[in-house]
């Protein structure tokens, strides 16, 4: 009998998710992987092939993190990131802190709404999936990361 957690990333990695799944997991855990400072001028936003995009607030920040990258993808190794690129945006905080970085002021914004074709990507997506309940958790889970 196979673990749940195999058969998961299983399921995800055919359902093409298991990206998204992992930058979702990283963004909730990221200001208990990294300390203030580094944790306030950096966020993850994107994972593609291994290589994790970070966000960073500001161009001194960006020039500075070329000495941590080694140090940052050791680290990130659990979440089988291989490489990282920094590039210059939006930079999220934790609850109740400001976020920082191009122009944007608050970080208390609406839930994203999805557009008709996002929806029918998701439906469709989940729609391979038999079990009602593991559906509808995949679902929440595809909401929640295309939401970021």
């Known amino acids: 009998m196979k673990k749940v957690g195999t058969l998961l990333s299983s399921i995800f990695k055919d359902l093409g998710i298991e990206d998204k799944i992992r930058l979702n997991s990283m963004?909730?855990?990221?200001?208990?992987?990294f300390n203030e400072p580094l944790s306030l001028h950096t966020y993850p936003v994107?994972?593609?092939?291994?290589?994790l995009t970070i966000n960073v607030d500001s161009p001194a920040w960006l020039g500075q993190l070329k000495f941590f990258k080694l140090d940052i993808i050791k680290k990130l190794q659990a979440y089988n990131v291989s490489s990282v690129k920094f590039k210059?945006?939006?930079?999220?905080?934790k609850k109740g802190q400001r976020a920082r970085g191009k122009?944007?002021?608050?970080s208390n914004q609406l839930p994203k709404s999805f557009t008709d074709s996002e929806l029918a990507w998701i439906n469709q997506?989940?729609?391979?999936?038999?079990?009602?309940?593991?559906q509808e958790n995949i679902r929440k889970a595809i909401e929640k990361a295309m939401s970021r």
């Open 27 to 33: 963004q909730e855990e990221w200001h208990r992987l």
């Open 46 to 51: 994107d994972i593609k092939d291994r290589e």
């Open 88 to 93: 210059h945006g939006k930079v999220y905080q």
């Open 103 to 106: 122009g944007q002021e608050d």
């Open 125 to 134: 997506t989940v729609s391979t999936v038999s079990d009602p309940e593991l």
